[in-house]
């Protein structure tokens, strides 16, 4: 799976949205952006994810360069509770690759009230 | 409704004792992982199960092993614990390999 960069640490006030971006130039055409996030003392949590198009579900927008090197999650307002370590993921999908989610450091998101 | 759950939620226990943690999915997910998190937060893989094989993080010891009964299950087995395996364990489930995990709330493991 490509490698990713991440900012470790970002601040957003509350009601404004979080932009919180993702490097992985080394993504092959066969890969995905996944993003996970981790609230403190619980467990990972599924964002959302994409391929080369934009994505939009009920917690987050991601937003994808045209040539796949970046990627941008976007919490459109963001609150208290979206304090969490936030991971970007590149990996396959759609058949093979049981090797698990590849964690880096992700981004610690701090919501300021 | 808990989609994944773990049992316990903490364990403490002594150097050498074996012990095992629990983990139930009732999302009918076809597949099942363990993963440690260290105290440096890091997040590793350890097992992937489904009913066809089981992939083993090779620097996991033979001191672990899944148990999986049925498949909403994948319980977590250690032998001869030691100081090391202390750290958070999160058990997950998806339906297939590569569709997003759903994680489980974490077991806390202290050896002492």
């Known amino acids: 799976d490509a490698k990713t960069t991440q900012p470790p640490s970002m601040d957003c006030a509350e009601g404004r949205a979080a932009n919180l971006p993702c490097n992985h130039s080394t993504i092959s055409g066969n890969e995905y952006v996944y993003w996970y996030r981790q609230i403190h003392s619980q467990g990972p949590q599924y964002i959302i994810h994409?391929?080369?198009n934009n994505e939009t579900n009920e917690m987050a927008s991601l937003i994808i360069t045209e040539d796949r090197k970046s990627s941008t999650l976007i919490l459109p307002h963001a609150t208290l509770r979206d304090t969490a370590v936030y991971y970007c993921?590149?990996?396959?999908?759609?058949?093979?690759?049981?090797?698990?989610?590849?964690f880096g450091k992700g981004t610690h998101l701090i919501i300021q009230p | 409704d808990t989609a994944v759950s773990q049992t316990p939620k903490y364990l403490v226990t002594q150097m050498g004792n074996d012990k095992s943690i629990k983990c139930e999915q009732n999302l009918g997910h076809d597949t099942m992982y363990w993963y440690k998190q260290d105290s440096k937060k890091f997040l590793k893989i350890m097992f992937s199960y489904n009913n066809k094989e089981l992939i083993i993080n090779e620097t996991v010891p033979n001191r672990f092993s899944p148990k999986s009964p049925d498949k909403a299950h994948l319980n977590l087995h250690i032998n001869s614990l030691e100081l090391g395996d202390s750290a958070v364990y999160f058990c997950?489930?998806?339906?297939?390999?590569?569709?997003?995990?759903?994680f489980g709330p974490g077991t806390r493991l202290t050896v002492t």
């Open positions: 993921i590149v990996r396959r999908s759609g058949g093979g690759g049981a090797d698990g989610l590849t």
């Open positions: 997950a489930s998806s339906q297939e390999f590569d569709y997003e995990q759903y």
């Open positions: 994409g391929l080369k």
